[in-house]
């Protein structure tokens, strides 16, 4: 369910944003359907540097690390 909290949008905005959020998740669907990785590949470096780099931000020091 999506709720608008702010401002009036057209229908045609709503209708914009509604395509969004279903591509989205029928991407990450696809994507999440995958076999699971043998436990030899779960450290493999390859997979962890795919992710891109930490984003700077106030909570940058957080994510220093390896993002998994």
Partial sequence: ???VVRG???PE????????V???AAAA???SSGA??????WSDPGRIA???RPRPGP???ARTYWPA
């Fill in 29 to 31: 669907a696809a994507v």
């Fill in 22 to 24: 279903q591509a989205r």
């Fill in 59 to 61: 909570r940058a020091w």
């Fill in 13 to 20: 905005e709503l209708a914009a944003a509604v395509a969004v």
């Fill in 1 to 3: 369910m999506i709720k």
């Fill in 50 to 52: 795919r992710t891109g």
């Fill in 36 to 41: 699971p990785l043998p436990p030899e590949q």
């Fill in 8 to 10: 009036n949008p057209t």
